[in-house]
Nanobody, 121 residues
Framework: QVQLVESGGGLVQAGGSLRLSCAASGHTFSSYSMGWFRQAPGRERAFVAR????????LYDDSVKGRFTISRDNAKNTVYLQMNSLKPEDTAVYYC??????????????WGRGTQVTVSS
């Protein structure tokens, strides 16, 4: 059973930074693509970023390019999302996701419960 547990969310002022972490268990972490989605109030879940099993080929939604960085530590079974220059429109629940293999689509098999990020203006 794959389990994903996010942490690191909170309240931050616009222009500030947060780093989200996702601790994974129950699978061979290093063989899974990992990613982050977010859901703002009243909106559908949206892709934020993904990273390949080896840590290469990070991909980002245009709305976060240049501000967010996804990374992973396969020795710690953890994926991170460093968020800089945060804007009020980044306010959302952020979800960690996983799928076996080097996956470039948007249909992930496993989801965490999410962590709230609130950016005040």
């Amino acid at each position: 059973q794959v389990q994903l547990v996010e942490s690191g969310g909170g309240l931050v002022q616009a222009g500030g930074s947060l780093r989200l972490s996702c601790a994974a268990s129950g699978h061979t972490f290093s063989s899974y693509s990992m990613g982050w989605f977010r859901q703002a109030p009243g909106r559908e879940r949206a892709f934020v970023a993904r990273i390949s099993p080896t840590g290469s080929l990070p991909l980002y939604d245009d709305s976060v390019k240049g501000r967010f960085t996804i990374s992973r530590d396969n020795a710690k079974n953890t994926v991170y999302l460093q968020m800089n220059s945060l804007k009020p429109e980044d306010t959302a629940v952020y979800y960690c996701v996983a799928k076996s293999g080097d996956y470039l689509g948007l249909q992930y098999d496993y989801w965490g419960r999410g962590t709230q990020v609130t950016v005040s203006s």
